[in-house]
């Protein structure tokens, strides 16, 4: 095992990824509760804490290539355009570079499961600095304990059952960046809670709903039902917030959750994996982009199923000229505008509870 101190100054300096940003940490004199739905969160979210080292069977045994078949996410027709296309890069795979595709796009999933709850852990503990409200700082503090748990448990995962880990894709990674470098403490909300957490909770859904392995399942499911908080939590802050700006701040908020919806798509080309099969991952882009085949556009749709109803929560839909909505529609999603919003679900999802009264 690696500690701090065998580590070189160069490693070191890989090891750590320092943003800089300046904003205004917050205290506020107003004690009073007067945020009943945020109060009702802060209590469900004490109730809800579960111990991922007891709570989870971690003597599990997982057998990566099965996991990695069972997602179907190597051998599906997303893949299958790429084996039959015209002088495609991966012409020479067989079954077992495919099998190997597999198991690394699986961990590579995880893996920025695992660097974005980092993000989100970062960004919560920003949250209770900036946010001005005394109810949501209390709630808050505890997604800070959420968060840890769930880098926690991902960290956990990947290195005891599947084994390898990817570094963080650079476009998640740069995104992250803006959010945290942003001084603005509804756009630290904005940018997490509805729109990265919002497409976790969604893919998180689609990995829980398709795996048969009961260690992820069950990690899955936890992992969800505090997201699901999480996303509720931004929805019930921002409605209030944004009630009160101009059309002009609006539009800076719509600008900007159209800018991360669009960087979120472009997360999924998975270039570490491609890099490291061997494979030039700009010629699989390019290929992928142009075929562009029905299970990936599926894929990438779903994963808005969550980030739109809460846009609209939030007013931010048809706010101004409605830009959102225009915008929402070219990228082919608005279908989702009113499906449940997760501040209203959060309850149903209640996971840990359930198992307890079980
Ligand atoms: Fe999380
Ligand atoms: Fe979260």
């Given at each position: 095992?690696?500690?701090?101190?065998?580590?070189?100054?160069?490693?070191?300096?890989?090891?750590?990824?320092?943003?800089?940003?300046?904003?205004?940490?917050?205290?506020?004199?107003?004690?009073?509760?007067?945020?009943?739905?945020?109060?009702?969160?802060?209590?469900?979210?004490?109730?809800?804490?579960?111990?991922?080292?007891?709570?989870?069977?971690?003597?599990?045994?997982?057998?990566?290539?099965?996991?990695?078949?069972?997602?179907?996410?190597?051998?599906?027709?997303?893949?299958?355009?790429?084996?039959?296309?015209?002088?495609?890069?991966?012409?020479?795979?067989g079954?077992?570079?495919?099998?190997?595709?597999?198991?690394?796009?699986?961990?590579?999933?995880l893996s920025?499961?695992?660097?974005?709850?980092?993000?989100?852990?970062?960004?919560?503990?920003r949250?209770?600095?900036?946010?001005?409200?005394?109810?949501?700082?209390?709630?808050?503090?505890?997604?800070v304990?959420?968060?840890?748990?769930?880098?926690?448990?991902?960290?956990?995962?990947?290195?005891?059952?599947?084994?390898?880990?990817?570094?963080?894709?650079?476009?998640?990674?740069s995104?992250l960046?803006?959010?945290?470098?942003?001084?603005?403490?509804?756009?630290?909300?904005?940018?997490?809670?509805?729109?990265?957490?919002?497409?976790?909770l969604?893919?998180?859904?689609?990995?829980h709903a398709?795996?048969?392995?009961?260690l992820?399942?069950?990690?899955?499911?936890?992992v969800?039902?505090?997201?699901?908080?999480?996303?509720?939590?931004?929805?019930?802050s921002?409605?209030?917030?944004?009630r009160?700006?101009?059309?002009?701040?609006l539009?800076?908020?719509?600008?900007?959750?159209?800018?991360?919806?669009a960087?979120?798509?472009?997360r999924?080309?998975?270039?570490?994996?491609?890099?490291?099969?061997?494979?030039?991952p700009?010629?699989?882009?390019?290929?992928?982009?142009?075929?562009?085949?029905?299970?990936?556009?599926?894929?990438?749709?779903?994963l808005?199923?969550?980030?739109?109803?809460?846009?609209?929560?939030?007013?931010?839909?048809?706010?101004?000229?409605?830009?959102?909505?225009?915008?929402f529609?070219?990228?082919?999603?608005?279908?989702?505008?009113?499906?449940?919003?997760t501040?209203?679900?959060?309850?149903?999802?209640?996971?840990?509870?359930?198992?307890r009264s079980?």
């Amino acid at each position: 095992m690696t500690t701090t101190d065998d580590l070189t100054t160069t490693e070191m300096r890989d090891t750590i990824h320092a943003v800089t940003s300046t904003f205004d940490s917050t205290f506020t004199w107003d004690y009073e509760r007067t945020r009943i739905p945020l109060s009702k969160l802060y209590e469900k979210a004490k109730t809800s804490q579960w111990n991922a080292s007891t709570d989870l069977d971690w003597s599990t045994d997982v057998d990566p290539e099965k996991v990695a078949s069972e997602l179907g996410i190597g051998t599906s027709d997303r893949f299958g355009v790429l084996r039959d296309y015209p002088n495609s890069p991966v012409k020479h795979f067989g079954d077992k570079e495919w099998l190997e595709v597999a198991v690394n796009l699986q961990c590579s999933l995880l893996s920025q499961f695992l660097h974005g709850e980092q993000g989100a852990l970062l960004c919560t503990a920003r949250i209770t600095e900036t946010v001005p409200w005394i109810d949501a700082k209390y709630y808050a503090a505890t997604q800070v304990m959420d968060e840890a748990r769930h880098v926690e448990v991902f960290a956990r995962y990947l290195n005891e059952k599947m084994g390898r880990q990817f570094r963080i894709n650079d476009n998640l990674g740069s995104l992250l960046d803006d959010i945290l470098r942003d001084s603005r403490w509804d756009i630290t909300y904005l940018g997490m809670q509805i729109m990265v957490e919002g497409l976790a909770l969604a893919a998180f859904g689609l990995m829980h709903a398709i795996t048969n392995e009961p260690l992820l399942k069950k990690l899955l499911r936890y992992v969800m039902s505090d997201e699901a908080r999480h996303v509720a939590f931004g929805v019930l802050s921002l409605q209030e917030f944004y009630r009160e700006l101009s059309v002009a701040e609006l539009r800076e908020r719509q600008e900007f959750a159209f800018e991360t919806a669009a960087r979120l798509q472009r997360r999924f080309m998975q270039s570490e994996v491609w890099e490291r099969m061997g494979v030039n991952p700009a010629e699989v882009a390019r290929i992928l982009d142009e075929v562009n085949p029905p299970a990936q556009q599926q894929f990438q749709t779903m994963l808005f199923s969550k980030i739109v109803p809460n846009c609209k929560k939030l007013g931010l839909i048809d706010a101004g000229d409605g830009w959102l909505r225009e915008k929402f529609t070219e990228i082919g999603v608005i279908q989702f505008e009113d499906w449940a919003d997760t501040g209203e679900e959060y309850e149903l999802l209640d996971e840990v509870a359930k198992d307890r009264s079980a």
